[in-house]
């Protein structure tokens, strides 16, 4: 008898960074680092906006749900913010 074999799924991989800027990578005291999705979750990208123009990339890392992702929320201290999510492959929330 023929049996099938499953192998686990890979684990997604993504960036994990508390404060990214633009043009300098990861400003927080920590080295920027990563982290591994679990199941539900997804590597995440949090933008802020001015003028429908992005200003700045305030994090990355890893999703707490799905919930999260495609989210416009209004942030008293940086204005408009995007949440984006992805799941296609390791570090695909890159900037």
Partial sequence: LNSLHFLPAEALTCNKCRRFKIGFGCVTKQ??????????????????????????????????????????????TVGPVKMTCCDDCDFCNTE
């Fill in 31 to 76: 080295p920027s680092s990563s982290c591994i999705a679990q199941p539900g979750q997804k590597c995440k990208v949090v933008k802020s906006f001015l003028d429908g123009t992005i200003r700045g990339i305030i994090k990355q890392g890893c999703t707490k749900s799905i919930e999260e992702c495609d989210l416009n929320v209004f942030n008293k």
